[in-house]
Structures are given as C-alpha cells and as structure tokens.
C-alpha cells in the first residue's frame, strides 16, 4: 500500500494519508480551508458548507469527502469565497450576532472567518429572532441568539456520555438546540460546567459565567493572526 | 407653577418657528418659538428626542456585558458610561477595587474629560466664540478653523489626540474598548505604555494652560456680552471628593440653591432618589429631574457640567488648574459663574485639571501592578454608578437577578439633568435677541450657541448619533408656511 500519495490544491502539491480528508490534509500541509462545523476532535458531519471546495469541478464538503490520488481541488478561488461570504451572511442574519457588545467578539470562530473573507455587510435583512437567554446554571450561561447550528455542543455531551444538547426542530426558524430536560433549561439538565460540551461553542452560545471581557484587545486569541494562519498552524504542532 | 415664556396663553396665534434639528450638536433636538405679530417671543421650548430603548435592549443580559454595551449610547463619551456601569457592577459583586484598577479607570476617565472637552471647544464651540455668534455659516466650523486660526485648532487636535492614546491604552481601543469589567480592570499599564505617555503630557498641560487663556481672553474682550448672555442663578449638583475637592470619577453628591445655601452634601449616591426626581411635561420626551426637597422641576431644576463643579467644589487638586478656578470665580465679582458662556471656561479649566492628573497618574507604579481586578464579595441586587461625565452627573442604576441577568435599568445622563437650564438658556436667549427682532440665521444661531455650551451632543439623551443639517421654518397663525431655511451639513444656507 502506498503510504505518501498527493492531489493538487489551488496548483499546490498536497501530501495525504490514506483515510484522511480533504480538509486535514490541506491543514497538516500549511493550507487553510473555511469551516465552521469542523472541529478536529469531532466527526466531521458537513452542516455549515463553509469547507465546500470544487473537486474536478465538482462542488463537495472539504469535511467529510476523503483526499484522492491526482485530484484537482479548487479551495479560495473568487468563485468559492465569494459563496462563502453569502454563506456567512445568512448565518449573520439569521440569528442575533451583535459583535460590538459580545463578549466571544475576537475570539470567535464566526467573526473571525467573516473577517477572513472579507464580510463587510450583512447584506440579507435580519431576522432578528426572539432567543431568550437561559441563565439558569450557576456557572454557565447559554445565549442561543448566536448559535450557528453547528452541533457540536451535541457532539461534545455524547463524548462525556450525556444528551444535553440535542439538534432538533425544523426548517429554518424552527431548528434549534434543545435542552435535554422537562424545563427545557440548562439548570435542570445534567450538565456540568466541566464537561467538553462547556468548551466547544465555536460562537458565543456557551459561556462561562462572569468572566465575559477579562481578555483585553490585543489577547484575544485573533488579534494574535487571522483565523488562516492560526488553523493550520495547530494543525502543524 | 408655570415658568415664564414655557407655555404661551393663546398659542393659536401665534407665528411658529422651529429650529430642527440642531446642527454641531449630535442626536436630534428642536427648538420651536411661537411669535406674536411683532415678532415678540410668547414661547420658547427645547424638544430632545429621548428614546428610552436602551434600557429595554439591556433587559435580559449578562450583568457583566453591561459596561461594553452601554458604550454604544455615544459615540463622543462612551467611556463615562462604561465606567458608570462597571462601577454599578462593581456593588453587585461587592467588590472593593484593587488601588491599580482604580488608578487605571481614573486614567481612562480623564483621558476621556480631555478628549471631550477638546472636542466639545475646539471643534464645535470655539467657532461661534473667535468668529461671532452671527459670522457667516461657512466659517462655523473647524475647517474655517483650521483656516483662519491654525494654531489654535492644531492645538485642540492634539488634546483631542492625546486624550484618546490615553483611552487606547487603558480601554484598548480609541472608542469602545473594553478595559473596565466589574471588579476591576482587565489590563494593568506596562512601564512601557506609561513612559510613552509620560513623553507629550507637559506639551498637553502647556496647550490646556493656553486653552484656558484663550477662553479668559475672549471673556475679558467682550466682558459685557458674554457676562449677559443666556445669564441666571441656577441650584446646581455635583460629586465632590471625600474633602470637598474636584472629583471627576467619584464622591458623594453636592448640591446649592441658587442663593448660595447647601442642599445636600457627601451624599451617598447609591440612593440617589432620596435626593432626585424626575419629572414629566407634556411637551417634552425628556424628563426633567429635580432635587427632591424642591417639591417639582418648575423650583427643584438645576445645573449639572463644568459650571456646576468649578463653583461648587471647594477646590481643585492639581495646581496650575486650581490657581485658574480662583481666576475664575473672582472674575468681575462672579459674573462668570452663572454665565451659560462660563461654561465653556469652566470646561477648560477643567480641561488642564485633567492633564495635570493624568501627568500625576502616569508616575504612579500601581498602574502597573499585577492585581487589578478585586475578588467578588457578597452579591446585591442593586447597583448604582455615578461618574461626572464630561458635560455631567451620569447616574446609571440597575437590578441584576440571582441569575446575574439585568432585569432593570435606568439611567440618567448629564442631558437630562440638565433640561431644564437649557430650556432656560434658550428663554434668555429669545428675550434677549430675538424679541421685536426679524429672524435671521445669525440670530438663531444664538440659541444654538447657548445649547452648546452645555452640550455638543444630545446623542446620550436621544441614543442615536448623526450630524444633520439645520432646518428653520416659520409659520402664521393658520399654520402655513411663511418662510423655510435650510442649512446643509456644509454649511450653507438656503432659502426653499
Ligand atoms: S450552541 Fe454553539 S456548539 Fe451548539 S450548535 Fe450552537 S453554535 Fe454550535
Ligand atoms: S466545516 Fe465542512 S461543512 Fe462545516
């Protein structure tokens, strides 16, 4: 079996492992590819497209489609980014994400894509949809108004054995994060602030309580390098 | 009890005019003069526009989101209300604040006097002052002065300039940082970051020193004028230091009549309303505050901003600015301190007293220690921040459940407090130029004049910002329309 086999991104020359995806394989190489639902430690699942690619001009999920021998795979191209951007401004709209007064602002995975690929309007009207605040655990706080659906807070409580976040709902008002409890609020589930799922929220869903701000400008982890150079480089050590 | 000129007996006929919106002052506010057929004044009344939705919009939120979310009420002074609510947080938590995170906060917040305060005369005011209330419209502003006096602008842009490096350093951005969070700070001063500032402060306090001489200038050069214009008596409020001296970032609030007797003093502000109403008029959205004891507005009104604290402290701390406070309040036997102009003098004395105490901050190590947030004590329910912003007395007051989430708000900006003498202000005006007179441009520019010296920016009391241009119209008694100006956001002017 050979072990070192390549394909070509955006003309570079991409070494993979067999089994390995198109998305790691460009990250462990130094190449950056969007994402949002992605999370190194997760099956992937394919939900946000932010990783969509064009395989032999094919559109695919970076994510989840395995690497191939020879494949022409085009990644930033004006075409792709541009579609990426739309992406991101229906995720934009369709919830309530005021940045200016978010404590997740210049560390969330969210913004810091948008600023990657230059999102400067939200473009679509917003929605603006009525997402109380759950505050009811004593450490953690969930504002469901930022929530991209990316379900990885489910992902994460199945780690730890739990089925505190559940996807459910439909269409595109209707799907949502349930709270696996008769209330429906965090307080009430078996969640525990040391759980996985309380770290993974890419947004500003799940936070820590009364710690919101303690980062000052300058910190925070993007103002170190934009979201494509940060990715690859954990991706590399 | 109806004040003079604020309700007119026959309204219906009467000429209207309406100044709207205001120019140089951001938010939007209207002056509206009815006349009779001699063009005598009947009525004259300051509308402000005051939208309440924030207090709604904070309803629901984290408490500690407060003090970076009520940034966005101004574009000109956010840093007064980011430390009035962080210092509001600050008793929910019951924390006492580590030395160095008071120290930094009081270096963002005189950061920010010097900021506004540069903004506020230079550029807004100082216009209408070196070039006259009635100059052509095209010269009332800072392009013209940068024209024609430039080094008088090069000097308030390099206030302005050096009040904002200090915010960037203490808050992390120029405008809407984050540096207050309850408890403390979230970043202390490097040695570095201080010496940086340590390098142009004296340059700073010598251009404030000129500042304020160019404003006693003025005053001496046309005593009679700026003595009488927009003149009263007024009770007035402040905070004051622990020993009575000036006290931007906190105290316990001061109050004197108008015949010079003392209301209250050192009051404990997190139950202001022992000591403070607000009240409505029918006329008005904004509400008109007043001191308790007084019994309503129309007598309980008062002064709150630079005028305010300069005569109602018992000194000032730094030196060059106290020796200018004395100056000041013997000026022509205290003429100047019920000026509505002296506002503008009193707001560059403290200008200086801002620069000195940033000079004397930048010199102290405990902007650099490690400790600067205080360990959260017992939890309240209440809190109250009170700050003396730039243009006044800011009250900011919440309730936070024990899920730590905002369940009310209210908040009373320098604006509000400050209604009432406005209305006033614009009253002497009217009496006093415009009575018997045609209407011209030059001459509603006075009523402009009296409004800015208290306040550039009625965006705190409205929540909204935006420079418009000026519209004046007039009517008859029918309601048609007689006349229409227009001033654009240039400058110029328009008859339509
Ligand atoms: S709460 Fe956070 S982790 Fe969960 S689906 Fe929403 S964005 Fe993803
Ligand atoms: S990252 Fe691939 S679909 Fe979300």
């Known amino acids: ?237 | 009890m109806a004040l003079p000129l604020e309700t007119a007996p026959h309204p219906e006929t009467l000429k209207r005019v309406a100044i709207d919106p205001l120019t140089r002052v951001e938010g939007h506010g209207k002056v509206t003069l009815l006349l009779d057929a001699d063009n005598r004044v009947q009525q004259a009344r300051l509308h402000i526009v005051e939208f309440r939705g924030f207090e709604k919009f904070i309803e629901g939120r984290p408490f500690w989101e407060v003090p970076v979310a009520v940034e966005r009420l101004c574009g000109i002074c956010p840093v007064s209300h980011h430390l009035a609510a962080a210092k509001a947080m600050d008793q929910v938590i019951g924390t006492t604040l580590p030395p160095g995170a008071e120290k930094i906060r009081r270096l963002m917040h005189y950061g920010q006097i010097l900021q506004s305060h540069a903004l506020h005369f230079f550029y807004l005011a100082s216009p209408d002052l070196l070039f006259g209330f009635d100059a052509e419209p095209q010269k009332r502003n800072i392009v013209a002065l940068s024209a024609l006096q430039p080094e008088i602008a090069r000097k308030g842009i390099q206030i302005r300039k050096y009040g904002q490096e200090v915010i960037r350093l203490t808050a992390g951005k120029r405008i809407h940082g984050t540096g207050a969070i309850p408890g403390g700070v979230n970043k202390a001063l490097t040695p570095e970051e201080r010496s940086f500032l340590r390098k142009d402060i004296y340059a700073i306090i010598a251009a404030c020193r000129e500042a304020v001489e160019l404003v006693k200038r003025l005053f001496e050069e046309n005593r009679a004028h700026y003595e009488a214009f927009a003149s009263f008596r007024a009770h007035a409020m402040c905070l004051v230091a622990a020993d009575g001296a000036l006290d931007l970032y906190h105290g316990g609030l001061r109050a004197r009549l108008a015949d010079g007797a003392l209301l209250f003093d050192h009051f404990d502000y997190s139950h202001y309303w022992d000591v403070i109403l607000e009240d409505v008029k029918p006329w008005s959205y904004m509400k008109f505050p007043f001191l308790r004891a007084l019994g309503d507005c129309d007598r309980g009104w008062y002064r709150v901003g630079p005028l305010a604290r300069l005569t109602l402290c018992d000194y000032i701390p730094t030196p060059f600015a106290e020796h200018e406070r004395k100056e000041f309040l013997a000026f022509d036997e205290g003429a100047a301190c019920h000026a509505t102009l002296g506002y503008h003098w009193a707001r560059m004395i403290e200008m200086l007293f801002a620069a000195e105490t940033i000079k004397e901050l930048l010199h102290d190590d405990d902007l650099s220690r490690a400790d600067h947030v205080g360990l959260a004590g017992e939890r309240r329910e209440r809190g109250v921040g009170v700050i003396e912003a730039p243009r006044g007395t800011l009250i900011h007051h919440y309730r936070v459940d024990e899920n730590d989430q905002v369940i009310r708000a209210n908040l009373i900006v320098s604006t509000t407090h400050n209604n009432q003498a406005m209305n006033e202000a614009i009253r002497r005006v009217a009496q006093q130029y415009l009575d018997g007179n045609e209407l011209t441009e030059g001459l509603l520019n006075h009523i402009e004049v009296a409004i800015r010296a208290f306040d550039p920016c009625l965006s705190c009391a409205t929540h909204a910002l935006g420079k418009m241009p000026l519209i004046v119209e007039l009517f008859d008694a029918e309601g048609r329309p007689l006349d229409r100006l227009v001033r654009g956001a240039d400058g110029r002017c328009q008859r339509a």
């Not at chain 1, 209707?174 to 429906?184: F, T």
Request: hydrophobic share 35%; proline share 5%; aromatic share 8%.
């Open chain 1, 1 to 237: 079996m050979s072990e070192k086999t390549t394909f070509w991104l955006d003309g570079a020359e991409i070494p993979f492992t067999a089994g390995q995806t198109l998305l790691e394989a460009a990250r462990r190489a130094g190449h950056y590819i969007p994402h949002l639902c992605w999370h190194p430690d997760y099956k992937p699942h394919g939900s946000c497209k932010l990783c969509t690619v064009k395989v032999d001009g094919r559109f695919v999920s970076a994510c989840t489609t395995l690497a191939q021998a020879g494949a022409h795979v085009e990644n930033r191209t004006a075409e792709l980014d541009d579609m990426r951007r739309t992406l991101l401004q229906l995720l934009f709209v369709e919830g309530n994400h005021f940045c200016p007064s978010c404590e997740k602002s210049g560390q969330c995975l969210l913004q810091a894509t948008a600023y990657e690929l230059g999102m400067m309007s939200p473009h679509f009207d917003h929605f603006f949809p009525n997402r109380p605040v759950d505050a009811s655990h004593p450490e953690v706080m969930l504002d469901f108004n930022r929530c991209i659906l990316c379900s990885l807070c489910e992902q994460a409580a199945k780690r730890d054995g739990k089925f505190t976040f559940v996807m459910g709902g439909r269409g595109m008002r209707g799907r949502r994060v349930i709270l696996n409890s008769e209330s429906g609020r965090l307080a009430d589930t078996d969640f525990s602030s040391t759980d996985h799922a309380a770290h993974v929220c890419p947004v500003g869903v799940i936070l820590k309580k009364r710690v919101g701000f303690a980062v000052p400008y300058g910190q925070r982890r993007y103002d170190q390098a934009p979201v494509s150079l940060l990715d690859v480089a954990e991706a590399i050590k």
